[in-house]
């Protein structure tokens, strides 16, 4: 099958661009490909607990690229051969193009900390039926630690707040929101944190979850450790 315009990844940037080409090429044969069922709106996950309280309200419907007449195939691609302009799937199918988009954003980095892998331990990753099981353990848990404090682990602490948890964040670097932010404003994002309840330590390290068979504490490098 050959399509004049082939976009991996159907989140808001693929199907965007997919919807672009159809706006200036009406006549062009329009392919996304999605490895997920679902697509959802990351900007929107950390919103989820207490301020949507759902995953539905993230989906991203499909009824604007069907009506545009842009084809969508949900499948991993596992190849693409740039000399015979081809994609190919996981299930076996290959799809040839005149133009490739590749959209398929960010996925969560696993940071070296023994004990990633126990029952407990969340990624913020861009799938609704893993989110759904993130939303029901968030729901269930009394003592949430989150390991980073960028805009999404901040985003995240705020709208578990919401929800009356015992929420906790642990960064490595000086300041929350350091990468994002100068000093000061940090300096007054973290005052806002505080007056709300969320505790959260900086210069401090990670360096492994323990439990037996899921997560029950978090341990820093200097040996402390939090439940």
């Known amino acids: 099958m050959k399509y004049d315009v082939i976009v991996i990844g159907g989140g808001p940037a693929g199907s965007l661009t997919a919807s672009t080409a159809r706006k200036y090429y009406p006549d062009k044969r329009i392919l996304i490909i999605r490895k997920n069922e679902k697509a959802i709106i990351p900007c929107a996950i950390p919103y989820i607990f207490?301020?949507?309280?759902?995953?539905?309200?993230?989906?991203?419907?499909?009824?604007?690229?069907?009506?545009?007449?842009?084809e969508l195939e949900i499948d991993e691609v596992i190849n693409v051969d740039r000399e015979k302009k081809e994609v190919i799937t996981k299930s076996g199918k290959k799809y040839q193009?005149?133009?490739?988009?590749?959209?398929?954003?960010?996925?969560?980095?696993?940071?070296?900390?023994?004990?990633?892998?126990?029952?407990?331990?969340?990624?913020?990753?861009?799938?609704?039926?893993?989110?759904?099981e993130l939303l029901e353990a968030a729901n269930k848990a009394d003592d949430i630690v989150i390991i980073g404090g960028g805009f999404v682990g901040v985003e995240i602490a705020d709208d578990l707040n919401r929800l009356g948890k015992n929420v906790t964040i642990v960064e490595m670097l000086p300041h929350l929101l350091y990468l994002n932010f100068d000093e000061e404003f940090c300096k007054i994002a973290e005052e806002k944190l505080r007056e709300i309840g969320v505790k959260f330590y900086v210069n401090t390290l990670v360096k492994k979850l323990a439990g037996t068979d899921r997560v029950e504490k978090v341990i820093f490098s200097n040996g402390e450790s939090i439940k």
Not at 51 to 65: C, E, F, M, N
Request: glycine share 8%.
């Open 97 to 132: 193009y005149e133009k490739l988009v590749i959209a398929t954003g960010a996925i969560p980095s696993r940071p070296p900390i023994e004990g990633l892998d126990l029952k407990g331990v969340f990624f913020v990753h861009k799938d609704a039926s893993y989110l759904s």
């Open 50 to 70: 207490g301020t949507l309280k759902s995953i539905d309200k993230i989906v991203v419907s499909d009824s604007k690229l069907e009506k545009s007449g842009i």
